[in-house]
T-cell receptor, first 116, second 115 residues
Framework: DSGVTQTPKHLITATGQRVTLRCSPRSGDLSVYWYQQSLDQGLQFLIQYYNGEERAKGNILERFSAQQFPDLHSELNLSSLELGDSALYFC???????????????FGQGTRLTVV | AQTVTQSQPEMSVQEAETVTLSCTYDTSESNYYLFWYKQPPSRQMILVIRQEAYKQQNATENRFSVNFQKAAKSFSLKISDSQLGDTAMYFCAFMKQRSNYQLIWGAGTKLIIKP
């Protein structure tokens, strides 16, 4: 158990809908990272939050947004869903916000999103 | 832009054998980190080993070791005395220094350990 909790584990929804994925980081970790793992695109970094502030953006679509709350949990919002958004969405957390500093990012078990 | 290439989509070896997974990358950065992650059927992404580019010594973690060739931009993973529990997808990943786990991933290698 990595200590990173993602809910729900599975989600099935229809095209055009909106969903929210939740991530609770390990205790003490200030950074949260979101990744998408799809058959077409492989693994991609989406976005990072550090202590409530957006720190870095990767290949995140405009239909997607994220936030990190004062208790440090994070939510990834996916809207106007398309079939191609079907993927495994990972959250990871780490202590540091800048630089590796000998810290490790720990991954949750992911949320499997299926858009039908 | 950085890219990571894993040229072996699938590999299969007998239990107790040694297996090497290949990874090459392309970057103009001089300081960076390289990782091998394991993803078993449980989907959990687990760090196997990491290498800081400024370190010449190859990283080792028990049965797992890397062959890091910076000039050749190669980062292979060697698994010794392979075990059934090593069956998983293995991903090579690249991270620029101070880029905060904005990992760039390879396509993965499916490793099957046969009894």
């Amino acid at each position: 158990d990595s200590g990173v909790t993602q809910t729900p584990k599975h989600l099935i929804t229809a095209t055009g809908q909106r969903v929210t994925l939740r991530c609770s980081p390990r205790s003490g970790d200030l950074s949260v990272y979101w990744y998408q793992q799809s058959l077409d695109q492989g693994l991609q970094f989406l976005i990072q939050y550090y202590n409530g502030e957006e720190r870095a953006k990767g290949n995140i679509l405009e239909r997607f947004s994220a936030q990190q709350f004062p208790d440090l949990h994070s939510e990834l919002n996916l809207s106007s869903l398309e079939l191609g958004d079907s993927a495994l969405y990972f959250c990871a957390s780490s202590v540091a916000g800048t630089g590796l500093m000998n810290t490790e990012a720990f991954f949750g078990q992911g949320t499997r999103l299926t858009v039908v | 832009a950085q890219t990571v290439t894993q040229s072996q989509p699938e590999m299969s070896v007998q239990e107790a054998e040694t297996v090497t997974l290949s990874c090459t990358y392309d970057t103009s950065e001089s300081n960076y980190y390289l990782f091998w992650y394991k993803q078993p059927p449980s989907r959990q992404m687990i760090l196997v080993i990491r290498q800081e580019a400024y370190k010449q010594q190859n990283a080792t973690e028990n049965r797992f070791s890397v062959n890091f060739q910076k000039a050749a931009k190669s980062f292979s993973l060697k698994i010794s005395d392979s075990q059934l529990g090593d069956t998983a997808m293995y991903f090579c990943a690249f991270m620029k220094q101070r880029s905060n786990y904005q990992l760039i991933w390879g396509a993965g290698t499916k490793l099957i350990i046969k009894p």
